[in-house]
C-alpha cells in the first residue's frame, strides 16, 4: 500500500499537467475570438487565465470540475434535485440492483452449465451472443418494453446492469466450479459424497478466488449498465441524466463532474469488493 | 478357520478404448488379498497397479472378470465407506486446516461435533501431526502434508487402506521416516492396505506380499510372501534375507520387461 503512494501521486500528477496543457490547446479558439471581437490583444497570461476559466469550455480545467462537485455535493442539499450525491444515489441503487441480480442469475447459470451436460452445449453460445450486441441500441428497448408493462423506474436500469454484469459471473464462475481437479473429485467419491456435499464442500470454496475477480469486473459493468439506462428515457435523475442533460446544454464542466463521479464510484465499489475478498482469502488461508 | 479374503479378484480385466486401439491395463488379474495382509503392487509404468488399486476402490470399472471388496461388489463396498484411499499428491484443501481437511469426510459422513473431534485428535497424534490442527496445508512441508492425507483416509472406520505411490514425490530420508511410521501404524491400526510403488526396497520394506506385476497387457507376473518378521527397524534393509527378497522382485520385473 505505502509503496504504490508515489507511483499513484506521480501519475496523478502527470495527468493533471496533460489535462491544463490540453484545456490551453482546446479552449483558446474561444478566447481568440473573443478578444478579436472586443478588439483585446492576448497574451500568454490572458490566454491562460481565460482558457481555464470559460463558461462553457471545450474541456474544463481541473479545478473548475473540482468547484462544480463541490458546489454540487457539500454545498447542496442530498435531497436537491441538482445535487451530485443525489443523483449518485439514483445510479448507485441501480447499479446495486442490478449487480445483485446479475450475479445472482450469473452464479445459476454457471451451476447449470457446470452439473448439466445440454445446459454447457446449449447456454454458453448464448451467453456470448448476448454481449456481442450493442447495449446501446438493447437498453431503450429494454427500458421501452418494460415500461411498457408497467415497470418503470429502478428496475429496467437495473436489468440492463444485470445484462452486462451477468457475464463475467458466468465466466468466472464456470471456471471457478470446475477447477477442483479428478483426484479431489476422485476423492470424494471414495467418501461417497452427495452431489450437493462435493457442491457445497469442494466446488464452490475452490472457485471462490474466480468469483472475486469476476464480481470486481461485474461491479464495473452494471455501473456502466446503470449510466447507459439513464440515457434513452430522458431520465430526470441519475448520474446517466447528469451526462445527458450537460450535453444538451453544452454543460461541459457539468459532464466532467459526473464523470469524475462516476469514475469515483466505480473505484470505490470496486475498492470494497477487494477489501471482501482480502478478508474472505484471509479466512480461508488462501491470502496471497 | 480361515476368514474370506478381504479383496478377492477373479480374472480381473480392463480395457481401454483409446484412438490407437485398445489398451490392455489389466488382463486376466486374480488375486486375493487377506485380512491384516500389507500388499505391495509394483511394476513398470503402465502395468496396471494403479489402475487395479482403482478397480478396488470403484473409481475405474472393470471390463471383464470379478472383484469384491469386504465380500460384497467394489460398488458396494464404496457406498459403505469400506476403505480409505491416500492418493500420490496430499490433496489437501488450501482453504481448510488440517483438523478441517481430516474433518471433511466425517462431516460428509455425518459423524457427530463431538465424535469428529476425537477422531481428528486420535489420528493426528497416530501420524505424529498433534499441534498442527490449526496450520493450514501451506504451513506444512509435503511429508507432513501426506501425513496429514493418511490421517484423513484413517479419521472414519474403514478396515482397509489403499495407497496410490503415496511417498512417490518425497525425498529418500523423508520416505524412510514415513515408512518406518506406517509400519508401526500398520501394527497398530491391523487395517489390511494396498500399497502401489516402484521403489523396491520400500515394497520389501514394508509388505507381506509382494505382487509384481508388468505391462502391455497388464498382469501379475509373480507373488512374492515375505518372510521377514513383523517387527522390521529400517536396519533389517542390509540383511541377507532383504535382499534376497529384493533379488527376487528384481528378477520378477525383469522377467516380465521382455526385451523392451
Same mark, same amino acid.
Request: aromatic content about 8%; some cysteine; glycine content about 8%.
Given at each position: 500500500?505505502?509503496?504504490?503512494?508515489?507511483?499513484? /501521486?506521480?501519475?496523478?500528477?502527470?495527468?493533471?499537467?496533460?489535462?491544463?496543457?490540453?484545456?490551453?490547446?482546446?479552449?483558446?479558439? !474561444?478566447?481568440?475570438?473573443?478578444?478579436?471581437?472586443?478588439?483585446?490583444?492576448?497574451?500568454?497570461?490572458?490566454?491562460?487565465?481565460?482558457?481555464?476559466?470559460?463558461?462553457?469550455?471545450?474541456?474544463?480545467?481541473?479545478?473548475?470540475?473540482?468547484?462544480?462537485? !463541490?458546489?454540487?455535493?457539500?454545498?447542496?442539499?442530498?435531497?436537491?434535485?441538482?445535487?451530485?450525491?443525489?443523483?449518485?444515489?439514483?445510479?448507485?441503487?441501480?447499479?446495486?440492483?442490478?449487480?445483485?441480480?446479475?450475479?445472482?442469475?450469473?452464479?445459476?447459470?454457471?451451476?447449470?452449465?457446470?452439473?448439466?451436460?445440454?445446459?454447457?452445449?446449449?447456454?454458453?453460445?448464448?451467453?456470448?451472443?448476448?454481449?456481442?450486441?450493442?447495449?446501446?441500441?438493447?437498453?431503450?428497448?429494454?427500458?421501452?418494453?418494460?415500461?411498457?408493462?408497467?415497470?418503470?423506474?429502478?428496475?429496467?436500469?437495473?436489468?440492463?446492469?444485470?445484462?452486462?454484469?451477468?457475464?463475467?459471473?458466468?465466466?468466472?464462475?464456470?471456471?471457478?466450479?470446475?477447477?477442483?481437479?479428478?483426484?479431489?473429485?476422485?476423492?470424494?467419491?471414495?467418501?461417497?459424497?452427495?452431489?450437493?456435499?462435493?457442491?457445497?464442500? /469442494?466446488?464452490?470454496?475452490?472457485?471462490?478466488?474466480?468469483?472475486?475477480?469476476?464480481?470486481?469486473?461485474?461491479?464495473?459493468?452494471? /455501473?456502466?449498465?446503470?449510466?447507459?439506462?439513464?440515457?434513452?428515457?430522458?431520465?430526470?435523475?441519475?448520474?446517466?441524466?447528469?451526462?445527458?442533460?450537460?450535453?444538451?446544454?453544452?454543460?461541459?464542466?457539468?459532464?466532467?463532474?459526473?464523470?469524475?463521479?462516476?469514475?469515483?464510484?466505480?473505484?470505490?465499489?470496486?475498492?470494497?469488493?477487494?477489501?471482501?475478498?482480502?478478508?474472505?482469502?484471509?479466512?480461508?488461508?488462501?491470502?496471497? | 478357520?480361515?476368514?474370506?479374503?478381504?479383496?478377492?479378484?477373479?480374472?480381473?480385466?480392463?480395457?481401454?478404448?483409446?484412438?490407437?486401439?485398445?489398451?490392455?491395463?489389466?488382463?486376466?488379474?486374480?488375486?486375493?488379498?487377506?485380512?491384516?495382509?500389507?500388499? $505391495?503392487?509394483?511394476?513398470? $509404468?503402465?502395468?496396471?497397479?494403479?489402475?487395479? %488399486?482403482?478397480?478396488? *476402490?470403484?473409481?475405474?470399472?472393470?471390463?471383464?472378470?470379478?472383484?469384491?471388496?469386504?465380500?460384497?461388489?467394489?460398488?458396494? &463396498?464404496?457406498?459403505?465407506?469400506?476403505?480409505?484411499?491416500?492418493?500420490?499428491?496430499?490433496? %489437501?484443501?488450501?482453504?481448510?486446516?488440517?483438523?478441517?481437511?481430516?474433518?471433511?469426510? %466425517?462431516?460428509?459422513?455425518?459423524?457427530?461435533?463431538?465424535?469428529? &473431534? *476425537?477422531?481428528? &485428535?486420535?489420528?493426528?497424534?497416530?501420524?505424529?501431526?498433534?499441534?498442527?490442527?490449526?496450520?493450514?496445508?501451506?504451513?506444512? $512441508?509435503?511429508?507432513?502434508?501426506?501425513?496429514?492425507?493418511?490421517?484423513?483416509?484413517?479419521?472414519?472406520?474403514?478396515?482397509?487402506? %489403499?495407497?496410490?505411490?503415496?511417498?512417490?514425490?518425497?525425498?529418500?530420508?523423508?520416505?524412510?521416516?514415513?515408512?518406518?511410521?506406517?509400519?508401526?501404524?500398520?501394527?497398530?491400526?491391523?487395517?489390511?492396505?494396498?500399497?502401489?510403488?516402484?521403489?523396491?526396497?520400500? &515394497?520389501?520394506?514394508?509388505?507381506?506380499?509382494?505382487?509384481?506385476?508388468?505391462?502391455?497387457?497388464?498382469?501379475?507376473?509373480?507373488?512374492?510372501?515375505? $518372510?521377514?518378521?513383523?517387527?522390521?527397524?529400517?536396519?533389517?534393509?542390509?540383511?541377507?534375507?532383504?535382499?534376497?527378497?529384493?533379488?527376487?522382485?528384481?528378477?520378477?520385473?525383469?522377467?516380465?520387461?521382455?526385451?523392451?
Amino acid at each position: 500500500m505505502k509503496q504504490s503512494f508515489a507511483p499513484v /501521486l506521480t501519475v496523478v500528477g502527470l495527468l493533471l499537467v496533460v489535462w491544463y496543457a490540453a484545456a490551453i490547446w482546446l479552449n483558446a479558439d !474561444w478566447t481568440y475570438d473573443k478578444a478579436k471581437r472586443s478588439g483585446e490583444i492576448v497574451t500568454t497570461t490572458s490566454l491562460i487565465k481565460d482558457t481555464w476559466a470559460q463558461d462553457k469550455p471545450k474541456l474544463p480545467a481541473p479545478h473548475q470540475v473540482a468547484a462544480e462537485i !463541490w458546489r454540487t455535493t457539500v454545498e447542496k442539499k442530498i435531497t436537491s434535485k441538482r445535487s451530485l450525491i443525489y443523483h449518485s444515489w439514483i445510479t448507485l441503487s441501480a447499479t446495486l440492483l442490478g449487480f445483485g441480480l446479475g450475479t445472482v442469475l450469473g452464479t445459476l447459470l454457471a451451476v447449470g452449465i457446470v452439473y448439466n451436460r445440454t445446459m454447457d452445449m446449449s447456454v454458453m453460445p448464448w451467453v456470448i451472443a448476448s454481449q456481442t450486441i450493442p447495449i446501446l441500441a438493447i437498453a431503450p428497448m429494454i427500458i421501452v418494453v418494460l415500461n411498457a408493462v408497467g415497470i418503470s423506474g429502478l428496475l429496467p436500469k437495473a436489468m440492463i446492469g444485470m445484462y452486462l454484469s451477468f457475464f463475467p459471473i458466468v465466466v468466472g464462475m464456470v471456471k471457478g466450479l470446475r477447477s477442483p481437479d479428478q483426484m479431489q473429485l476422485d476423492q470424494m467419491r471414495t467418501w461417497h459424497a452427495s452431489a450437493s456435499q462435493t457442491f457445497w464442500r /469442494l466446488r464452490l470454496p475452490a472457485s471462490m478466488p474466480y468469483l472475486f475477480t469476476s464480481l470486481k469486473i461485474a461491479m464495473a459493468a452494471s /455501473l456502466v449498465g446503470a449510466i447507459i439506462g439513464e440515457l434513452p428515457t430522458g431520465a430526470v435523475a441519475g448520474l446517466g441524466a447528469r451526462l445527458l442533460a450537460g450535453s444538451y446544454y453544452g454543460q461541459t464542466i457539468q459532464i466532467w463532474s459526473a464523470l469524475l463521479m462516476a469514475a469515483a464510484l466505480a473505484a470505490v465499489l470496486v475498492g470494497i469488493i477487494g477489501m471482501v475478498q482480502r478478508i474472505t482469502l484471509k479466512r480461508m488461508g488462501m491470502a496471497q | 478357520m480361515t476368514l474370506p479374503p478381504v479383496i478377492s479378484a477373479k480374472n480381473l480385466s480392463l480395457t481401454f478404448e483409446t484412438n490407437d486401439g485398445p489398451v490392455h491395463a489389466l488382463k486376466d488379474v486374480s488375486l486375493d488379498i487377506e485380512k491384516g495382509d500389507f500388499v $505391495s503392487f509394483i511394476g513398470p $509404468s503402465g502395468c496396471g497397479k494403479t489402475t487395479f %488399486l482403482r478397480c478396488m *476402490a470403484d473409481l475405474e470399472q472393470p471390463t471383464g472378470g470379478s472383484i469384491t471388496v469386504n465380500c460384497v461388489s467394489a460398488a458396494d &463396498a464404496r457406498m459403505a465407506r469400506a476403505y480409505g484411499y491416500v492418493f500420490q499428491a496430499a490433496g %489437501l484443501y488450501p482453504w481448510r486446516t488440517i483438523g478441517g481437511n481430516i474433518r471433511l469426510p %466425517l462431516e460428509i459422513m455425518g459423524y457427530s461435533k463431538a465424535d469428529q &473431534a *476425537a477422531r481428528v &485428535a486420535r489420528v493426528l497424534e497416530l501420524v505424529e501431526l498433534s499441534g498442527f490442527e490449526k496450520k493450514f496445508p501451506w504451513q506444512l $512441508s509435503g511429508g507432513m502434508q501426506q501425513r496429514a492425507s493418511i490421517a484423513r483416509a484413517l479419521a472414519f472406520d474403514a478396515d482397509i487402506l %489403499l495407497m496410490d505411490e503415496p511417498f512417490g514425490a518425497l525425498d529418500e530420508i523423508v520416505r524412510d521416516h514415513l515408512n518406518e511410521q506406517l509400519l508401526r501404524l500398520w501394527a497398530r491400526t491391523e487395517k489390511t492396505i494396498a500399497f502401489v510403488t516402484h521403489s523396491i526396497p520400500e &515394497a520389501v520394506y514394508l509388505s507381506t506380499k509382494i505382487v509384481v506385476m508388468s505391462p502391455r497387457p497388464g498382469r501379475i507376473t509373480d507373488v512374492i510372501e515375505s $518372510s521377514l518378521p513383523k517387527e522390521r527397524p529400517l536396519e533389517i534393509r542390509e540383511t541377507p534375507e532383504f535382499l534376497e527378497i529384493a533379488h527376487r522382485v528384481r528378477e520378477g520385473l525383469r522377467a516380465g520387461h521382455g526385451d523392451d
